[in-house]
C-alpha cells in the first residue's frame, strides 16, 4: 500500500540533544510538508519542500531544520535551539507541489517528549 | 495574514442528533478549503475540498458547504463512530501553503 512512513511513533529525548524524525513516502509526490500539533491546537507549519534539494521555512521554522535528498524522505530534525519541542509531528504530502489545490496526505506522526 | 477559525471547540451529541461544525476564514488567493478528520494519536484523513462559493460535497452522513467567508460540515443522525476532531484548511495559492484551524472535537454518544 502507498503511504507516508514516520518513525518513531514515540521518542524520548534530553533536553539539549538534537533529534531527527523519519518521513519516507512511496507515493511518489513532489511536495512534502512538516507540521507541530500541540494539544486542542490545529496544525502549525514548520517546513515544506515542493522538489529535491530545496525547501522553505514556515511559520515556526525556528530550532527546526530539514533536508530533502531524496524525492521519497523529508527528515526533521528538533535542535536544542527549539524551546519547546515535546509535540506531536506530522509529516504530509501532495501530488503536485504546494502551488496546487491537492489535498495533503499525512503519516501517523511522531509524539515527541523532551525532559 | 491567513486566518481559519473553527467553532465550537468541542461539541458532544447524541446519537442521531444532527448539527453542523463551523469553519470561518480569511485568505488571499484561496485556491481549495479542505476538511479532514482526525483520530486521536492518528494523523489527519482527508474529506473533502471546496473549491468555490456554492459548492456542495457529500459522503455518508457528512455534508461539506462553502461561501465566500465559511465553511460549514453538516452531520446528519451521526454515529458514535463519527467521533473524531474535524479539522479545516485554506489553500493560499500566493503563499504557496495551508492555513489550518484548531479542530472541532466532536464526541456522539450512544
Known amino acids: 500500500d502507498g503511504g507516508i512512513t514516520q518513525s518513531p511513533k514515540y521518542l524520548f529525548r534530553k533536553e539539549g540533544q538534537n533529534v531527527t524524525l523519519s518521513c519516507e513516502q512511496n507515493?511518489?509526490?513532489?511536495?512534502m510538508y512538516w507540521y507541530r500539533q500541540d494539544p486542542g491546537q490545529g496544525l502549525r507549519l514548520i517546513y515544506y519542500?515542493?522538489?529535491?534539494?530545496?525547501?522553505q521555512k514556515g511559520d515556526i521554522a525556528e530550532g527546526y531544520s530539514v533536508s530533502r535528498e531524496k524525492k521519497e524522505s523529508f527528515p526533521l530534525t528538533v535542535t536544542s535551539a527549539q524551546k519547546n519541542p515535546t509535540a506531536f509531528y506530522l509529516c504530509a504530502s501532495s501530488p503536485t507541489g504546494s502551488r496546487y489545490n491537492s489535498p495533503l496526505h499525512f503519516g501517523n506522526g511522531t509524539r515527541l517528549t523532551v525532559t | 495574514e491567513d486566518q481559519v477559525t473553527q467553532s465550537p471547540e468541542a461539541l458532544r451529541l447524541q446519537e442521531g442528533e444532527s448539527s453542523s461544525l463551523n469553519c470561518s476564514y480569511t485568505v488571499s488567493g484561496l485556491r481549495g478549503l479542505f476538511w479532514y478528520r482526525q483520530d486521536p494519536g492518528k494523523g489527519p484523513e482527508f474529506l473533502f475540498t471546496l473549491y468555490s462559493a456554492g459548492e456542495e460535497k457529500e459522503k455518508e452522513r457528512l455534508k461539506a458547504t462553502l461561501t465566500k467567508k465559511e465553511s460549514f460540515l453538516h452531520i446528519t443522525a451521526p454515529k458514535p463512530e463519527d467521533s473524531a476532531t474535524y479539522l479545516c484548511?485554506?489553500?493560499?495559492?500566493?503563499?504557496?501553503?495551508?492555513?489550518f484551524g484548531d479542530g472541532t472535537t466532536l464526541t456522539v454518544k450512544p
Open positions: 507515493l511518489n509526490h513532489d511536495a
Open positions: 484548511a485554506v489553500h493560499n495559492t500566493n503563499a504557496g501553503k495551508s492555513t
Open positions: 519542500s515542493q522538489i529535491v534539494n530545496d525547501f
